[in-house]
C-alpha cells in the first residue's frame, strides 16, 4: 500500500529561497533549463522533499527533488 505525500507551505520558506527553487528548474518536456516554474506545491514523499509546479513555457509539470545539498 503506497502512502500518501505530507503537504507542506512551500510560501513559508523565504522569499529568495522560493524565488531560487521557482527559477532554477528542468522541463523534461522542453528539454531546457531555468525556464521557470508556476503554481509550486510543496510535499514530502518517502522521506523526500518535492516542489512541483508547471513549467512556464509549456505548461507541463515540473518536479524538484530537494537534497541535502539544497538545505
Known sequence: MSEPPISRD???RD?????????ETW???C??????????IEYELHGIVFIEGRCCQC?????T???????
Do not use: K, S
Open 10 to 12: 512551500f510560501f513559508a
Open 15 to 23: 522569499a529568495e529561497e522560493q524565488a531560487l527553487f521557482l527559477h
Open 27 to 29: 522541463c523534461d518536456h
Open 31 to 40: 528539454q531546457q533549463l531555468n525556464l521557470g516554474m508556476r503554481d509550486p
Open 59 to 63: 505548461g507541463e509539470v515540473v518536479l
Open 65 to 71: 527533488e530537494l537534497t541535502d545539498d539544497d538545505f
